[in-house]
């Protein structure tokens, strides 16, 4: 294709050749063009002044075109299950979730509770939280490009955090 493209543009080049000329106005300025004007020069062109260019052979290789496809990512949390108690008085847990197809290079998980990051970003598909309050949580898990661009997330999923009290 390169070779197609250079050699058109040198036939249209040499078929586009013309003489140039030379000429001075009135204010002492230097002008060229490929019209001749009256009291214009033509301008011997020397051959040493003159580009040539030498080709070499090059070997075009039939590669198939490789179209990047973005790739879907689903991201579903495996444990705790949706409604689930968890019943913990420090408030620790772990959150598991599964991805499909495998998580591409540059690309990490974070885990939102109740709308707010817990985990930093990790490759890691098990979370471990720690300290979370007792009540009602929602905890989604986003997968995140280098930028911060959420690429996929999962499906929001309930839990229960159940921590014990002695009464008196």
């Not at 075109?65 to 019943?87: D, G, M, Y």
Request: glycine share 4%; proline share 4%; with cysteine.
């Amino acid at each position: 294709m390169r070779i197609l493209l250079i050699l058109a543009l040198l036939m249209v080049s040499i078929s586009c050749m013309a003489t140039v000329y030379r000429w001075v106005d009135e204010n002492g300025k230097v002008h060229y063009s490929d019209e001749p004007i009256a009291n214009a020069e033509v301008v011997e062109l020397k051959d040493n002044t003159q580009n040539k260019i030498a080709l070499k052979e090059t070997r075009i290789e039939s590669v198939s075109p490789q179209k990047e496809e973005a790739v879907q990512l689903e991201i579903t949390i495996v444990s705790p299950f949706h409604e689930e108690t968890i019943r913990d008085n420090s408030g620790n847990f772990d959150v598991t979730v599964s991805i499909t197809p495998k998580l591409p290079n540059g690309v990490s998980l974070a885990l939102f509770v109740d709308g707010t990051i817990k985990v930093q970003p990790q490759t890691s598909t098990v979370f471990q939280l720690r300290g979370i309050y007792r009540g009602e949580h929602t905890i989604v898990v986003k997968a995140l490009d280098q930028n911060g661009k959420v690429l996929a997330s999962s499906s929001p999923r309930k839990i229960f955090l159940h921590q014990a009290s002695v009464g008196k």
